[in-house]
């Protein structure tokens, strides 16, 4: 009984396969022949025509002076500016601590001075100095902060 069954089914598959078969060979009869021939080795060696090289092309493309910067790039430049801004407000920072310390101490020495000749030829004159430096650097500090944004 198995063997009864394993014939029919047998002979069902190749039924199928044969119609499949014979539709394959129907096709590629309709098929129109191609006209392309295809170009080996051997027909290349046995030709004896000569190779040519054409001109570049006449239509020139602008050439760009200098290409856009990627974002990447466009990132990386803002961000150093940024950094050196940071670099410079800290530096400008500690110089007017600095500067607002001294010119604290010489108002103080100032007054606590007896001699009145010390005071205005000495320590008025140092005054002056330190007062013009520390003006110098808040300006120059409003001008890194005013170029960064606020903060």
Same mark, same amino acid.
């Given at each position: 009984?198995?063997?009864?069954?394993? *014939?029919?089914?047998? @002979?069902?598959?190749?039924?199928?396969?044969?119609? %499949?078969?014979? #539709?394959?060979? @129907? #096709?590629? #009869?309709?098929?129109?022949?191609? !006209?392309?021939?295809?170009?080996?080795?051997?027909?290349?060696?046995?030709?004896?025509?000569?190779?040519?090289?054409?001109? @570049?092309?006449?239509?020139? #493309?602008? $050439?760009?002076?200098?290409?856009?910067?990627?974002?990447?790039?466009?990132?990386?430049?803002? &961000? !150093?500016? /940024?950094?050196?801004?940071?670099?410079? &407000? *800290?530096?400008?920072?500690?110089?007017? *601590?600095? %500067?607002?310390?001294?010119?604290? $101490?010489?108002?103080?020495?100032?007054?606590? $001075?007896?001699?009145?000749?010390? &005071?205005?030829?000495?320590?008025?004159?140092?005054?002056?100095?330190?007062? !013009?430096?520390?003006? $110098? *650097?808040?300006?120059?500090?409003?001008?890194?902060?005013?170029?960064?944004?606020? /903060?």
């Amino acid at each position: 009984m198995k063997l009864l069954l394993l *014939a029919v089914l047998v @002979a069902s598959m190749q039924s199928d396969t044969t119609a %499949l078969v014979e #539709a394959s060979k @129907a #096709a590629k #009869a309709k098929k129109k022949p191609s !006209t392309t021939k295809v170009i080996t080795n051997a027909d290349v060696k046995k030709s004896k025509g000569k190779v040519t090289e054409l001109p @570049a092309s006449t239509s020139k #493309a602008p $050439a760009k002076a200098k290409p856009e910067p990627t974002l990447l790039e466009k990132q990386e430049a803002e &961000r !150093t500016a /940024r950094l050196v801004n940071e670099g410079k &407000r *800290a530096e400008l920072e500690k110089t007017i *601590a600095t %500067l607002e310390g001294e010119v604290a $101490a010489l108002e103080t020495s100032y007054y606590q $001075a007896n001699d009145l000749d010390y &005071r205005d030829r000495v320590i008025a004159v140092k005054f002056g100095e330190a007062k !013009t430096k520390l003006d $110098a *650097a808040k300006k120059e500090l409003e001008g890194v902060l005013g170029s960064s944004g606020p /903060r």
